[in-house]
């Protein structure tokens, strides 16, 4: 069993920056896919960032060159640096770890608005 707890949420003005961060109970970072996704009110669940055991990383057109995911083995945390924020980033941030199970953190709010 793994436990993901999201951090770092909050409100910010656009154009600000925020730094989500998900720690994992045990590591976990070099069997599992680490994923961070998104859901505004309203709207579908949809992938913003992926970072693959070796250490690839992709992400969203939407936010491509203004997101950032990384990890810190040593701390089992992996981390959403999001600049340039807009209001259409506005949602609920998700933690997943995908793998032999799938695990989700339980979430943390993200608010752009002036």
């Known amino acids: 069993q793994v436990q993901l707890v999201e951090s770092g949420g909050g409100l910010v003005q656009p154009g600000g920056s925020l730094r989500l961060s998900c720690a994992a109970s045990?590591?976990?970072?070099?069997?599992?896919?680490m994923r961070w996704y998104r859901q505004a009110p309203g709207k579908q669940r949809g992938y913003v960032a992926i970072?693959?055991?070796?250490?690839?990383?992709t992400y969203a057109d939407s936010v491509k060159g203004r997101f950032t995911i990384s990890r810190d083995n040593a701390k089992n945390t992996v981390y959403l640096q999001m600049d340039s924020l807009k209001p259409g980033d506005t949602a609920g941030y998700y933690c997943?770890?995908?793998?032999?199970?799938?695990?989700w953190g339980q979430g943390t709010q993200v608010t752009v608005s002036s």
């Open positions: 045990r590591n976990i970072f070099s069997i599992y896919v």
């Open positions: 997943n770890a995908a793998g032999t199970s799938n695990y």
């Open positions: 970072m693959a055991p070796g250490g690839t990383t």
